[in-house]
């Protein structure tokens, strides 16, 4: 049978019912079932195995972004975040991409970089030939500890030199491995390979290695997405769909050419981005640190993503940016949530979970320009303020949407208010606010 990842009127359904529809989605067992719910999952004992003096754990909400299109393949696309109306707007974008045919997505080879540091040379230039000179020992020697990644296909790729004439601790050389880590994001892999070389850089080079650690810019490990929305699917009762392309456009340029709203439009992008890789067991900090410096590579930050009109009136955009993502190893196997999101996903590859978290990326990317170039970032934002707002009041339950419906109507979303509502709503099933009550 067709699974489509087009699922109307998820968001209305209760949590008990969204968590099976994805278990039989998933095929997942009762265990897992229990581990999707937060009836088990990661437990003191284990968190005590990955950090040091663990003293217990810490849950974050998981969700389900729909509607994602991607290549012809249907995903529901688990995502980790504590910010309010992410999951529902990525999911609302990932519908608007699928009328104009989903996400089309490539990436590059898994190439992680590992660099070592090398001071205290006479000749940096002479140094930099004797290394590529000796470039093919080196790699063969990288490849001695690469392990299961050298036995499933990856390892040592290149090798490059970076001399550094001038420096406030003089010159030095930087020498690059180029490493496939495969399925596997690879930290662990490239620094034990650049640590091994150490030695031999310095005999090589007569100088002093210093540091020798990957890179978390790591653009040669790259994943792109693009697609399409018709202009019709981006009209409303107050804009024509091609001013509202109009508008998304020229909000796309502004992030393109003014490092300040750039900073706000990405940190958009990676509200998608770091909720699926926290999901997956990914590391989110390097992500992040390699987004940020890869979209300020030409000396100027500006936008991770590009909008544009297309010839017969569409809008188009894409994205492409860093996502060293793994499959296997680190926190994705060790996490029971982590393993879990994967088999969601159903991904065969961590090139696959790369393209997939690239199309999130710009799927809220859509849905945050859109709010502020359409109607405004807080119509749709404050609702789901409002019920964090009630919960916080001490609301659960019905009473959470009728706190919410009461505060929305008097346009005073604040935590007093809804406090304020707890007690009389909880006490007047039929209490009616006045509108603008204070």
Do not use: C
Not at 59 to 88: C, Q, R
Not at 248 to 263: K, L, M, N, Q, S
Not at 365 to 379: C, D, H, M, P, Y
Request: charged share 20%; hydrophobic share 45%; aromatic share 4%.
């Amino acid at each position: 049978m067709t699974r489509s990842s087009r699922i109307s009127g998820f968001y209305k359904r209760s949590l008990k019912e969204r968590s099976q529809l994805v278990g039989e989605w998933a095929g997942l067992t009762p265990h897992e079932q229990d581990v999707l719910e937060g009836l088990s999952g990661l437990n003191a004992g284990q968190a005590e195995h990955m950090i040091e003096n663990a003293i217990g754990v810490y849950a974050l909400p998981l969700g389900i972004a729909t509607n994602f299109l991607v290549n012809g393949k249907d995903y529901l696309v688990p995502m980790v975040i504590e910010e309010p109306s992410v999951v529902a707007a990525v999911s609302n974008a990932a519908r608007l991409f699928r009328e104009g045919g989903g996400f089309i997505t490539s990436s590059d080879e898994p190439i992680m970089i590992g660099q070592i540091q090398v001071l205290d040379l006479v000749d940096v230039n002479a140094a930099a030939e004797i290394v590529l000179a000796h470039k093919a020992e080196l790699m063969a020697e990288a490849d001695k500890v690469g392990g299961s990644i050298v036995r499933h296909g990856g390892g040592a790729r290149d090798i490059q030199v970076r001399p550094i004439l001038n420096s406030s601790v003089g010159p030095m050389l930087i020498v690059h491995l180029l490493y496939d880590t495969q399925d596997a994001m690879g930290a662990n892999a490239i620094n034990t390979a650049v640590e091994h070389l150490a030695p031999q850089i310095e005999m090589l080079t007569g100088g002093r290695v210093n540091l020798r650690i990957l890179s978390n810019l790591t653009d040669q490990r790259k994943a792109r997405a693009e697609g399409m929305i018709p202009a019709r699917e981006l009209a409303s009762d107050h804009m024509r769909g091609e001013e509202a392309v109009q508008s998304i456009v020229e909000a796309g340029v502004f992030a393109e050419v003014d490092p300040y709203r750039a900073t706000t439009h990405n940190k958009g992008i990676m509200n998608g981005i770091d909720a699926v890789v926290i999901a997956t067991g990914n590391d989110w900090r390097a992500i992040e640190a390699g987004a940020h410096a890869y979209a300020a590579r030409n000396g100027q930050y500006t936008s991770l993503s590009k909008w544009w009109q297309d010839a017969d009136g569409n809008l188009r955009g894409s994205i492409e940016l860093p996502l060293a993502l793994g499959t296997v190893g680190g926190a994705t196997k060790v996490h029971p949530a982590a393993g879990l999101a994967l088999k969601i996903l159903g991904t065969q590859s961590a090139r696959e979970l790369a393209e997939i978290t690239a199309s999130v990326g710009l799927a809220q990317n859509l849905a945050a320009i859109k709010a502020l170039a359409t109607e405004g970032i807080q119509r749709g934002h404050m609702r789901m303020h409002a019920r964090q707002l009630a919960v916080a009041a001490g609301a659960s339950g019905e009473l959470v949407g009728r706190v919410v419906q009461a505060m929305v109507k008097e346009g005073n979303i604040r935590l007093e208010r809804a406090k304020v509502l707890v007690l009389e709503l909880a006490s007047n099933p039929v209490y009616n606010p006045v509108a603008g009550a204070d």
